[in-house]
């Protein structure tokens, strides 16, 4: 099993945030009003796109295909109310060569959505489970806590404790 990890840190205007990935590049995230970054919504289909791209080049390439330019557009569809989450995503691929094997293309798409790409794989499932903890420091105590989220509105939570 392998582990991903990113950490978060607030830098400045009201909503801006830069994460730092455990390979360590960093990413600038805002809202609208800072606008200096992405939204964090706006990287869900960004790492769609990245994911699959980078499968299905991979592929194309495996099977000789002289791919001259490829690009991704990815859109996805949020519910209206809170937490607006993704309701679906759609992902056109674009790719251009000196004879091009259009089966070749088709079945590398596939694999990426079906057997590769790990974000594609995750927001497909619905089978995942998100936990959250927390530790407030404040007037020299540490208390701690977790709520477990199961799905939009449906959450539990272990008392807080100080420690």
Do not use: W
């Not at 582990?3 to 809202?31: C, Q, W, Y």
């Not at 080049?57 to 809170?82: C, D, F, N, P």
């Amino acid at each position: 099993m392998s582990t991903k990890t990113a950490i978060l840190t607030m830098t400045g205007g009201p909503m801006r945030f830069e994460a730092v990935t455990g390979s360590g590049h960093t990413l600038v995230m805002d809202n609208g009003e800072g606008d200096t970054g992405p939204r964090p919504s706006e990287l869900v289909p960004a790492a769609l796109a990245g994911c699959t791209a980078m499968d299905v080049i991979s592929i194309l390439r495996k099977k000789r295909q002289e791919v001259t330019s490829y690009e991704l557009q990815t859109s996805g569809e949020q519910a209206e109310s809170h937490p607006a989450r993704f309701l679906s995503f759609q992902v056109t691929h674009i790719v251009a060569g000196d004879d091009i094997d259009v089966e070749a293309v088709r079945r590398a798409i596939e694999l990426s959505a079906t057997r590769y790409c790990t974000v594609g794989a995750t927001l497909a499932t619905g089978d995942l489970t998100l936990a959250h903890s927390y530790i407030v420091r404040t007037r020299g105590e540490e208390i701690t806590g977790e709520v477990v989220v199961l799905g939009p509105n449906q959450a539990f939570g272990a008392p807080a404790t100080a420690g």
